[in-house]
């Protein structure tokens, strides 16, 4: 499954070897657990599983089940009498192992299409009111970062002479993009000052951004200062200085679920979102593009403790290797993640997909022809 699961309690290893000390029935009662609880909010109990779902053994069987799941910490018991409720681990394990599927069905994903294709591409409001879209898809809090491009580093500088008073820039970056531009220069110069000036470039400059180039032209040779600058300038702008332009709607969704009945648990959701520096930490734990990632944090580590109550959905949108933003929604824990998986995973093709048709054009390195 392309879903990845950022955990901060326990490791990937242990949650493999607690899937696989269950019987194949005890996965299927904890898939029934976590689904009945996430649809009805209400504890589940054997006497309810053996009567709505054919697992063909007895309510007693099912009920030891719950009691070895409970015992393995995967389910928890809120009063003596009650049936069981998924823990953090058990929902980790559910996401992980159990949730199967999580693709939209055709007619879905061809009516939220039409949807998004409504969206003006022109406009410049068009991410907020896509965010706004997967908030309304998803009954959730939707978030989503405007575009970032990646930091693009040199690799390599040629400066071949031309003819008369032009030299042919080249500069290939790590990645493997080649931009070159046609420079006019005051003097003429012979090919193997211009190869000395490459020499001088390739050493002082390999593996360095934008900026940085611009920060290190002091150190250069006054023949080659000049040309640290144009190959600054040749080199794809960089934005990763500073915080990401973040848009969020649908907040109320969230507060609407009952797990945010008390004012105080309703506060601190409210903090977390009023806080730009800590939604873009949360944001920017996704860790590649084109994969769905869950997050389910709270457990034992205090610097996540102001998340306990929610979980994560989300994805990267955007042109690999080029300019990527984060999309995603936020809900309560108990959380139907298969249908939001599946949302999520749609709305960030669908922004890939417009980001390319608008602006592929404006992200690729620049490339003049001699």
């Given at each position: 499954?392309?879903?990845s ?10 949650h ?5 000390a ?9 898939r ?25 053994v007895?309510?007693?069987?099912i ?31 559910y ?11 055709k ?31 998803a ?5 989503a ?36 531009r ?7 110069m ?16 390999p ?18 200062k ?56 949360i ?41 990527i ?16 998986m599946g ?26 022809a001699?």
């Amino acid at each position: 499954m392309d879903t990845s699961l950022v955990s901060h309690t326990g490791t990937a290893i242990e949650h493999e070897q607690t899937f696989d000390a269950l019987t194949i029935r005890q996965r299927q009662v904890l898939r029934i657990v976590v689904e009945e609880f996430v649809a009805h909010a209400q504890p589940v109990g054997s006497r309810r599983i053996a009567k709505e779902r054919d697992l063909g053994v007895s309510s007693a069987t099912i009920r030891n089940d719950l009691a070895q799941l409970e015992a393995l910490g995967l389910l928890t018991k809120p009063h003596a009498s009650a049936g069981r409720v998924p823990s953090l681990l058990g929902y980790r394990i559910y996401v992980l192992h159990l949730i199967g599927n999580h693709r939209l069905p055709k007619e879905h994903r061809n009516q939220l299409r039409r949807r998004f294709e409504a969206i003006d591409s022109n406009s410049p409001s068009w991410l907020l009111e896509a965010t706004r879209l997967l908030s309304v898809e998803a009954n959730s809090l939707a978030l989503a970062t405007d575009l970032r491009y990646v930091n693009h580093r040199l690799r390599h500088v040629e400066l071949i002479s031309v003819q008369d008073n032009r030299v042919l820039m080249i500069v290939v970056l790590e990645d493997g993009h080649v931009c070159q531009r046609m420079l006019d220069i005051p003097d003429k110069m012979a090919q193997a000052d211009l190869t000395v000036i490459s020499a001088e470039l390739n050493h002082l400059l390999p593996g360095l951004n934008r900026v940085q180039i611009q920060e290190k032209s002091p150190e250069a040779s006054s023949a080659a200062k000049e040309f640290c600058q144009l190959v600054s300038d040749l080199m794809p702008v960089t934005e990763g200085e500073g915080s990401a332009s973040i848009v969020q709607q649908g907040l109320g969704h969230i507060l609407d679920a009952p797990e945010f009945a008390e004012s105080r648990r309703v506060r601190k959701v409210v903090d977390i979102f009023d806080s730009g520096p800590r939604i873009e930490e949360i944001l920017m734990l996704v860790p590649r593009p084109d994969d769905v990632h869950v997050l389910i944090a709270g457990g034992d580590r205090k610097e996540w403790s102001d998340l306990a109550d929610i979980s994560l959905v989300l994805s990267a949108y955007g042109i690999p290797n080029q300019a990527i933003g984060i999309v995603g929604v936020v809900g309560p824990v108990r959380m139907a993640y298969r249908y939001n998986m599946g949302t999520v995973r749609f709305m960030a093709a669908l922004m890939s997909a417009r980001v390319r048709e608008t602006r592929s054009d404006d992200l690729l390195p620049e490339v003049i022809a001699p």
